[in-house]
């Protein structure tokens, strides 16, 4: 093809070259974006087990804030994604016991600095396993986590480094997208 033949095919599809030109630029801009908000923002997370049922189910997939504990401590009852201190792994469970308190668990009940807290989100099947005694004394800058399914969560019940440090907290979950039918805010 010589010059006046690229000189008129542009010319005849400059508005077409210009809306794909433009088009391309939308969609390099949305990747960015994207990369940016998943990277920084936003974290992406697929439940794999049932540690956390009733209130996050097998399969369930949520989107939770990076940034939230950018300004805030993470709170009792707040549900986290954290690095496990034993192999660094991403897991989510409940955040039962802050740092300084006293957590006990015995009689099938959990105890904080003495008073027995309740638990609405624990899965409805009685709690047989891992049930007790177990005295934590949440150490400072640190976390006593455990999941909603008592029966069968993997958590601080049986990790070798029982809490979680203040920095392995990565981001607390907000948003459930899917299964669709279940679509919400996470608590």
């Not at 099938?108 to 709690?127: A, F, Q, T």
């Not at 920095?167 to 279940?182: E, H, M, Q, S, V």
Request: charged share 25%; aromatic share 12%; hydrophobic share 35%.
């Amino acid at each position: 093809m010589n010059t006046e033949n690229i000189k008129t095919f542009a010319e005849k599809h400059s508005e077409l070259l210009k809306d794909v030109g433009q088009s391309l630029i939308v969609i390099v801009t949305a990747v960015i974006f994207a990369v940016i908000l998943g990277k920084y923002v936003f974290l992406n997370a697929n439940i794999p087990s049932a540690s956390m049922e009733n209130t996050i189910m097998t399969g369930d997939k949520l989107i939770a804030n990076r940034l939230y504990y950018n300004k805030h401590d993470p709170a009792r009852g707040d549900i986290v994604i954290f690095n496990a201190p034993d192999t660094g792994e991403e897991y989510i469970k409940r955040v039962i016991g802050l740092p300084g308190e006293k957590v006990e668990i015995k009689d099938c009940k959990l105890y904080v600095d003495g008073k027995c807290l309740k638990e609405p989100y624990l899965k409805d099947e009685k709690w047989t396993n891992d049930n007790g005694p177990y005295t934590f004394n949440v150490p400072k800058g640190s976390y006593l986590l455990l999941g909603d399914n008592r029966n069968n969560s993997f958590d601080a019940r049986e990790w070798k480094h029982t809490y979680v440090k203040r920095d392995a907290i990565k981001a607390k979950a907000g948003l459930r997208y899917y299964p669709f039918d279940r679509f919400g805010v996470v608590q």
